[in-house]
């Protein structure tokens, strides 16, 4: 202080000579952390020990806050805050209840599951992180499951960006959410570490990844008459899946099996089930029908049918080039919900029941000519669709996506083209 004292006045300059006088002592190392974390105004952090080697875990009084892979402090201060807009400082070691939390995450004790601040995440991002958090350990779940559960089938591509926000991964397990055919897909933390920790998690990625190639999605167990996602209970190493594979929805629904109650794999026969409407009862009267006519699961792989099989018109399927997209158009059009939806399909009903209407993506798909041509692709089959007003309908299908044909044959009757070519009819009685 070199500042001239001879305008202060008295008091503070004898203020000024004692703070002179004071020795110069550090601020104890806890200081700031302490200061921060009971303000609430910024997180404090330190290196945990985790399957992928050591990591830094940020926390605050609200929860863990980060997880990172530990690479040089400096850095990782510099992203957190640039992240989430507050300070940060290292402490020496997590507070007990956290490490015990942490440790009892990592090895899949579920009843220590920590506090996680999950502030600076959106809603949705939230209920997909939340939701990712009931995956067990050794198991693993489709990106569209999580849609799926959290109401938003149609969001599949979204999910996946969300957990690549995962501010805690490993803690909230984003690796066990791999793609619909199986293959184990992108993590944040790199594709490799995915896997190692699937397989030190017990989960056997390896034989993930074959069962995808061999196009099987869910398993049978024909003891319960329910099926399951293959790693449901942990127990698909010793799964025998030519026995017991199934490779769609409908071939379980065929099979007379329910979805089973803990994986919840499906929502097409689940939807239809639930619903208390006529086309809910047609479907479940299908179900259990087609349930009496094949005594086990075993039995249909056998090809042994007993009785009469009765049948009823589940879905019709159009083929087109992105199943996503059509479905979207056709759901606008139409009100329906996507009830199932996979990379190539997507279901919609009608929410008052009935057939449904599928859509799949074929990689060969050709649009159809329509008024039809001799040598040229047939539409094989079209859509006549009910309105009460023709001109108000229309108005509403050119809003959502559909082109008006150029040749119209009939008054009462008004051909339009979908997004993928097919052309279908409005039509008043
Ligand atoms: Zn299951």
């Given amino acids: 202080m070199n500042e001239n004292t001879d305008t202060l006045p008295p008091e503070t300059c004898e203020i000024l000579e004692s703070l002179r006088q004071c020795p110069r002592v550090p601020a104890p190392t806890t200081l700031l952390s302490t200061v921060l974390l009971r303000t609430g105004t910024g997180d404090a952090y330190a290196s945990a020990e985790t399957p992928i080697g050591p990591v830094f875990v940020a926390y605050n009084q609200r ?58 995440a959106t809603a949705f991002e939230r209920s997909v992180l939340l939701k990712a958090l009931e995956i067990p350990r050794g198991e693993v779940r489709p990106y569209s499951w999580i849609a799926k559960e959290i109401g938003r089938p149609g969001a599949v591509r979204a999910v996946g960006t969300a957990l690549g926000h995962n501010p805690v991964p490993l803690l909230i397990p984003c690796h066990r959410v791999v793609r619909s055919d199986g293959a184990i897909g992108d993590y944040l933390l790199g594709s490799d570490t995915k896997r190692a920790v699937l397989d030190s998690e017990g989960a056997a990625p390896d034989i993930i990844e074959r069962l995808g190639r061999q196009g099987v999605r869910y398993i049978a167990n024909p003891e319960s008459h329910t099926f399951c996602l293959p790693t449901c209970g942990g127990d ?130 050709r649009p159809p000519v329509w008024p039809e041509k001799p040598g040229e692709q047939t539409k094989m089959l079209h859509l006549d669709i009910l309105v009460d007003d023709l001109d108000a309908a229309g108005t509403h299908a050119l809003e959502v996506g559909a082109v008006l044909a150029g040749y119209q044959p009939q008054d009462d009757v008004r051909v339009y083209f979908d997004p993928a070519g097919h052309p279908f009819c409005l039509f008043v009685q």
């Avoid at 070691?93 to 015990?100: R, V």
């Avoid at 086309?279 to 086990?296: A, I, K, M, P």
């Avoid at 009100?335 to 939806?341: D, H, R």
Wanted: hydrophobic fraction near 40%.
């Fill in 236 to 365: 698909h190493r010793r799964i025998d899946y030519t026995q017991r594979g199934l490779h769609s929805e409908r071939e379980a629904l065929a099979a007379g099996l329910r979805p089973c109650q803990d994986c919840r794999p499906a929502t097409a026969i689940a939807h239809a089930m639930a619903a208390n409407v006529a086309g809910g009862d047609d479907f479940r009267s299908s179900l259990s029908s087609l349930s009496d006519s094949v005594s086990t699961f075993a039995l249909r792989k056998g090809s042994v049918m007993t009785g009469t099989p009765r049948f009823s018109l589940a879905t019709v399927v159009l083929d087109c080039s992105d199943a996503h997209a059509l479905a979207d158009f056709y759901s606008r059009l139409l009100g329906w919900p996507v009830t199932l939806s996979e990379p190539d399909w997507v279901l919609l009903r009608c929410p008052s029941g009935g057939t449904g209407l599928s859509f799949q993506a074929e990689a060969w798909y």
């Fill in 63 to 120: 929860g863990i806050s980060a997880l990172t892979r530990a690479d040089e402090p400096e850095q990782f201060e510099v992203g957190f805050r640039k992240r989430f807009g507050r300070p940060i400082c290292r402490v020496t070691a997590l507070p007990e209840s956290f490490a015990t939390a942490v440790a009892a995450q990592l090895s899949g004790e579920r009843s220590w599951a920590p506090e996680f601040d999950l502030r600076n």
